[in-house]
């Protein structure tokens, strides 16, 4: 049984949410609060394993991060007004594990508390794309291009120049193959290479690798 707790500040959105609770078999309802400063007071005095909390302003939850450092259930569930890209990313950075719209049907808010419980996230397809725009891509691309490598990553351009394979570099250099892989990948993008041939290449050209 998945343990609940519902704050809201009006009283018909909270009776709502808790007939969604009550009316589904799979959810207990701990406690129901109606102002979001109780929160942290209400879950130390019921030990949800869910917050559902609606909100007007994404301005509640961060000032009420504080309150509950420590006591902070395995999953909150917000429903509010459309976030911003920043807003989303911190509110999933500050223990959120679900965005969702203030009308979001009984269907979508059952999923995501189950969802929520199992240690799962949940974001909706319109948050997706505000926190990663297709656009982004190729901009974010065209910004890693130039940037210098650092120490470690001309360190393993140098072992590619030398044809060593990932699992070469991370027994010599003591790391993960894993590791490994990720300096390859920011080389590659930093100097604008399709292939390991290409970078290595690039690096010869501009003196990042010493013959």
Known sequence: ?????????SSASRAGL??????DPRFTLVGDGARTVAASQLTRQFHPDVLL??????GQFTRLQA???GVAPSGVILLTTPLSRVELRRAYQSGVRAVLPRDANPAEIAAAIESVASGLAVITPEDLETLFPASDISMEEELAVGE???PRETEV?????EGAGNKQIATRLRISEHTVKFHVSSILA??????????VARGFKEGLVII
Request: no cysteine.
């Open 18 to 23: 808790e007939a969604i609770v009550r009316g």
């Open 148 to 150: 210098p490598l650092t």
């Open 190 to 199: 930093k100097l604008g290479a399709a292939t390991r041939t290409e970078a």
């Open 53 to 58: 909390m609606e909100i007007s302003e994404p």
């Open 157 to 161: 351009l140098a072992m590619l120049a």
């Open 67 to 69: 309150s509950m450092h």
């Open 1 to 9: 049984m998945i343990r609940v707790l519902v704050v809201a500040g």
